[in-house]
């Protein structure tokens, strides 16, 4: 009887936790995420919460603000009821003695904080490769005044200056691009991990009381 009640107890804290309780727009409409059927462009690119931005700007012409029932429905990956499991099964496969938070943890977001990883070593190498583009720029543009450009010499050596122009624009694109998906994929990280814990620490509340 006590263990069954101890259950049910888990399946309200589950369900009532930030992360798993439903917005109204859920409730309401029982609508999915737009971001669960959102293609990677889309997602990288944050078209998928274009209503959301359309909603907020409507408002803002109206002096109002974003209410509850404005924000997108919450994506089910983001739920208590998603994350914890893993980060249960990971903490309970521990010894007792010597138990720690980072497998349990490492269990909900490993896989996310290793790519995220990845992308900022490639942001980085991009940062760094404008200097290098820019200088060239600059050395072709000296070539050119000086007449040092053979009319006869191949067409990338002619052009230089054109495709080294939109080789700059392209890094410096792809630079805000996986800045953003940088920054997205430690934020969501950083929250599944407040997530799991905090379900974690009020499933051990209600165990004690």
């Known amino acids: 009887m006590i263990n069954e009640i101890e259950e049910e107890l888990e399946e309200v804290v589950l369900d009532s936790s930030p992360a798993s309780a439903p917005s109204p727009a859920q409730t309401d409409n029982n609508e999915p995420s737009p971001e669960m059927s959102a293609n990677i462009f889309s997602r990288i690119m944050l078209h998928c919460a274009q ?60 896989r996310r904080f290793v790519a995220a990883g990845f992308v900022k070593l490639f942001n980085t190498s991009l940062q760094f490769s404008f200097p290098l583009i820019l200088n060239a720029l600059l050395k072709f543009m000296e070539q050119t005044q000086r007449g040092e450009i053979d009319p006869e010499d191949p067409w990338h050596m002619r052009y230089r200056g054109y495709w080294l122009s939109a080789l700059l624009f392209v890094g410096m694109a792809l630079k805000a691009i996986t800045e953003n998906l940088y920054f997205q994929t430690v934020y969501r990280a950083g929250y599944q991990t407040r997530v799991a814990v905090s379900v974690a620490v009020y499933n051990k509340a209600l165990r004690l009381s």
């Open 51 to 110: 209503p959301l931005f359309s909603r907020a700007s409507d408002l803002h012409k109206q002096n109002r603000a974003l209410e509850q029932e404005d924000l997108l429905p919450l994506p089910e990956m983001d739920m208590g009821k998603i994350i914890f499991p893993p980060f249960e099964q990971a903490w309970n496969a521990q010894p007792t003695e010597t138990a720690t938070i980072i497998p349990a943890v490492r269990a909900v977001i490993g």
